[in-house]
């Protein structure tokens, strides 16, 4: 894997808190964690917006809400 060197700044109280609670060996390994959950957070956020942006656009189209309604009886028919 290959890794980067960065130089952050933290709010003080954050940094004790962080200082006295996670190891000395584990501190990068911790805040890589943290940051990989908040990036994926946040690309699932941006996909739901593109989702629902792209649903609103359709919801206006006249020619995808006549095949929606043609399709809508099929979906409360029986399949057997």
């Known amino acids: 894997m290959d890794h980067v060197r960065v130089n952050l700044t933290f709010e003080r109280e954050i940094w004790q ?3 006295r609670l996670v190891p000395q060996r584990k501190k990068s390994q911790t805040i890589n964690k943290l940051l990989k959950k908040e990036i994926e ?3 699932q956020q941006k996909e739901q917006m593109a989702f629902a942006s792209a ?3 359709a919801s206006c189209d006249p020619k995808r809400l ?3 309604h043609e399709w809508a009886s099929l979906d ?3 399949w057997k």
Request: net charge negative; proline share 0%; hydrophobic share 40%.
């Open 17 to 19: 808190a962080f200082n």
């Open 41 to 43: 957070s946040i690309m």
């Open 55 to 57: 649903f609103e656009e």
């Open 66 to 68: 006549k095949e929606i």
């Open 76 to 78: 409360s028919e029986e």
